[in-house]
């Protein structure tokens, strides 16, 4: 590409002159802070600084900023603020190129605006009849033009007719010696950054596309590492304009909004609301509010019958409050009723009209420091040292479907643009995606354009890669991700993890086994309460209300499903109340039919349910104040790191009711084997068991209770057994050996055929020879030597029977791999299979305090997409094979 002069070369070219002109405000401000003279006035000037300047001799008075030209046309048209600011950018953008704009508007709506905009004092209208001759701005002036082949066609009204004429460009070719390909946006911005030196911040620019994301990944990485960038701020920056743009809008859908959509915002106004409620229709809990938190939610609630500076005076505090005045007076609104047009016109005008006032100072830190520019809008660049980011198509403008745009003369000003832009500095970098949205990155078609308008007849104009752009392209990135130090305190750390005094729950086991990154998450992160845990939770409540009290549940069944249902629709939508109605009363009735079967002669109401962190809500409603100690019950256990909170225990058996999807006995079985892929692992039963066991006499069982199981049968099958939506998983004293080998053992069941019968009649022997045989049980699935030994030794050497042995031992494998047997609706745990599980808690508990002090390792035993963190997590996503559906 052709040689540009840089701002040095250019200052020295016309510092004789009086009045130097350009169309590039960054080029004005370097040529200005270059002025080794002394002079009077200004020196280099924009065609459009100077129009602001003549604005008031001219038409007696200013130009009329944006919000004052909407709300005159607006005042004559009709039309909203929205459909005016768009029309008006519009009709800006044509006049830049063409003098007869109304040839241009193609709708009675464009031609009415622009006529009603012809009549207004406006820069456009001055610099349209602006004539340098009759102005004493021009008089007697030496006048330099820098790139008028870059002026739009309102620029050139300003340029006099005596003038020089100062080219961008001198002899000489420029071509980039390297472009550094390097990887994806955060890893382009790492490297970029780090080449930047702190003292050095105000020597320092980055030409990129500042509305992509680069820019944010840059900005990022520029925080990161402490160095400072020079920011811009308007009305839209900042925070109060926009918490007070949120606090109306949110206000005018007040009946369908959640907690979770207002708290942190009320939190902003001195409000305050609990995460747990996070998932509750707001006016659902607005009777329970009290103090200023009352008076925000009814300032909501009331929000059409306030004007914006009532709203303002009651929510915004004193500090903020100039600053949201000044913009609902700029818009002329501070009087109106809240209504949701005047309050989308504030949010468009706070988004997209520059000229709203603010009386906000920016940040001394933010003043100076890495200057980021606009690869689309940008020419010169007045810093010594310049990082170019992308080169890719986001750094050419668009001329498609705008044809008041002489597209071979846009093309030219395009490429004049770009090559002086790419030569801005002493010391250059430029670097590349290696990637961009899944393909190739390409450089910008403008490239080809440079290199077609100044080729050789030799030469080929084609560019299809970077390696066209520069003389070498270098692949990689020259610095590494800093690396996060752990924490280390001296060798002992792990001699003392191994004391550390605390457990696992049920729940934070799953998440330690499915991941340790997912537990770390867990004891870091609040997960607000779901719908379907808030229900759950209130089914507990009642069930646990019934085993205490339950002639008051029969005293008015339905009274009480009024109560789960109101307090529930906070939760859910008035389109749901007929499903959510139904959906209680089965649950209700299933708890009931349960709690019954039990034939518990007599509960103990032995504890006090106002010294318990979570009360029972309808305990509270009828003022009882006894609970029972058999329900919602903390046990842990002295031999092992774990702990758990009872449903309801009798005697030797723990309850624990579900409200969720059911699951079948094979499922349960499933989701507790640590030797299979799955979605994910649950462990309670086996916590549970565990517990249960430290804590009573055998035998030992664990029973799930699916309340809103067979929610159909169980409302119109007069033959409907609550035992049918309950799952068993029992713990026998036996091994699974001794288990499998017992005479009477259920597994023989699986044996049944013709085929089987001698192995049947031979049970424990066939056992006890598949257990002697020395092979691991993975090795006996399959084994053909091992099945022709069992066919021998029980007359079974037929080609069927030695087929039936093979399949007889490949049962017997997968119920000895798995540590446990299901049948029907019960899953059978034998004691060495509950102990293997607890060793392994025990050396995962060891292993968890030692990460305490160091990291907890992103090792997902699940798919990650299926991890509640999965948002939180920084590892890159693993994919793992074999995973099931969840069900």
Avoid at 50 to 69: M, R, T, W, Y
Avoid at 232 to 260: A, G, H, I, N
Wanted: charged content about 30%.
């Amino acid at each position: 590409m052709r040689r540009a002069k840089s701002i040095d070369e250019l200052y020295e070219e016309v510092k004789g002159y009086d009045i130097v002109l350009t169309n590039d405000a960054a080029l004005v401000t370097a040529l200005n802070a270059k002025i080794d003279t002394p002079r009077i006035g200004g020196f280099a000037y924009t065609p459009r600084h100077i129009a602001k300047n003549e604005a008031v001799p001219i038409f007696g008075d200013g130009a009329l900023d944006d919000l004052q030209i909407i709300a005159g046309i607006a005042k004559e048209t009709g039309y909203s603020l929205k459909q005016i600011h768009s029309e008006l950018e519009n009709i800006r953008t044509i006049r830049r190129y063409k003098k007869d704009v109304r040839r241009y508007l193609y709708s009675e709506p464009s031609r009415k605006i622009y006529r009603s905009f012809q009549g207004l004092r406006t820069i456009e209208k001055l610099m349209d009849s602006y004539v340098p001759e009759d102005t004493r701005f021009f008089e007697g002036k030496k006048v330099a033009v820098i790139g008028i082949e870059l002026f739009d066609d309102l620029d050139k009204h300003f340029v006099p007719i005596d003038h020089d004429e100062i080219d961008v460009f001198t002899d000489g070719r420029y071509d980039i010696d390297i472009i550094y390909e390097v990887g994806n946006d955060r890893q382009l911005a790492e490297n970029a950054v780090s080449l930047i030196e702190k003292e050095k911040d105000n020597d320092t620019a980055i030409v990129l596309d500042t509305t992509g994301p680069i820019a944010d990944a840059v900005r990022a990485a520029l925080y990161r590492r402490g160095i400072r960038f020079k920011n811009t701020m308007s009305v839209k920056d900042l925070p109060q304009v926009r918490d007070y743009l949120q606090f109306l809008s949110l206000s005018l859908s007040y009946e369908t909004l959640r907690v979770r959509h207002v708290r942190e915002l009320l939190s902003g106004y001195r409000g305050e609301l609990r995460q747990r409620e996070d998932e509750y229709l707001l006016h659902k809990i607005e009777g329970h509010l009290s103090g200023r938190t009352k008076m925000l939610v009814e300032t909501m609630k009331n929000i059409r019958d306030l004007t914006f500076q009532e709203v303002c005076d009651r929510v915004v505090g004193d500090a903020h409050r100039p600053q949201i005045k000044m913009v609902i007076e700029d818009m002329e609104i501070e009087n109106l009723k809240v209504a949701s047009k005047p309050v989308n016109e504030l949010g468009y005008a706070v988004n997209n009209i520059d000229d709203l006032r603010h009386n906000e100072e920016i940040p001394e830190n933010e003043k100076k420091g890495v200057l980021l520019a606009d690869c689309s809008r940008s020419m010169y660049v007045d810093r010594p040292f310049v990082i170019y980011l992308g080169l890719g198509p986001e750094w050419s403008n668009v001329t498609i479907g705008k044809e008041y745009i002489d597209k071979e003369s846009e093309a030219e000003r395009n490429m004049f643009r770009f090559s002086v832009l790419l030569q801005q500095g002493v010391t250059r970098v430029y670097a590349v995606n290696s990637m961009k949205n899944g393909k190739r990155s390409s450089p910008s078609p403008v490239f080809e354009q440079i290199k077609e308008y100044e080729r050789r007849e030799e030469e080929s104009a084609a560019v299809s890669g970077f390696e066209d752009v520069a003389d070498k392209v270098i692949k990689g990135q020259w610095t590494a991700p800093a690396k996060v130090e752990t924490v280390k305190r001296g060798d002992d750390v792990f001699d003392i993890a191994d004391k550390e005094g605390w457990s696992f729950s049920k729940s934070t086991y799953n998440n330690y086994y499915a991941c340790p990154r997912a537990y770390m998450y867990g004891k870091m992160i609040h997960i607000p309460d779901s719908e379907k845990t808030i229900f759950g939770s209130i089914i507990h409540e009642f069930a646990e209300f019934y085993l205490c009290y339950p002639e008051l549940v029969r005293e008015d069944p339905d009274a009480y499903t009024e109560m789960i249902r109101d307090r529930y629709s906070g939760l859910s939508s008035q389109q749901m109340t007929g499903i959510d109605w139904s959906r209680i009363r089965i649950c209700m009735a299933n708890i009931i039919r349960f709690i019954d079967s039990l034939g518990i002669k007599e509960v103990p109401l032995d504890r006090d349910n106002s010294e318990r962190k979570y009360k029972n809500t309808f305990m509270e409603m009828h003022n009882c104040t006894k609970y029972s100690s058999i329900t919602e019950t903390e046990f842990d256990t002295h031999k092992h790191p774990l702990f758990g909170n009872f449903d309801l225990i009798v005697r030797n058996r723990v309850i624990d009711y579900k409200t969720g999807k059911s699951n079948t006995a094979k499922e349960v079985k499933e989701r507790m084997d640590m030797g299979k892929k799955q979605d994910y692992f649950e462990f309670q039963p086996l916590v549970y068991l565990s517990l249960l066991r430290d804590n009573s006499p055998p035998p030992h069982r664990f029973s799930l209770v699916y309340v809103a199981d067979n929610d159909v049968r169980s409302v119109t099958d007069e033959d409907f057994r609550i035992s049918e939506n309950v799952r068993d998983v029992v713990l026998v004293e036996s091994s699974m050996r001794e288990f499998l080998s017992d005479p009477d053992s259920p597994v023989k069941s699986i044996y049944s055929a013709d085929g089987y019968k001698r192995i049947v009649e031979n049970w424990s022997a066939f056992v006890n020879m598949v257990y002697d045989s020395g092979i691991v049980p993975s090795l006996w699935k399959g084994n053909e030597d091992l099945a022709a030994s069992v066919a021998g030794a029980f007359g079974m050497s037929t080609k069927k029977g030695m087929e039936n042995s093979v399949r007889a031992i490949g049962w017997l494998s997968e119920i000895v791999i798995s540590g446990m047997y299901e049948e029907g609706t019960e899953v059978i745990v034998p004691m060495d299979t509950l102990e293997r599980f607890l060793s392994k808690v025990d050396e995962d508990h060891t292993t968890a305090s030692k990460q305490t002090y160091t990291e907890f390792p992103a090792s997902p035993r699940v798919d990650c997409s299926k991890c509640s963190f999965f948002k939180a997590c920084t590892k890159d996503k693993i994919e793992l094979e074999g995973g099931e559906e969840d069900q």
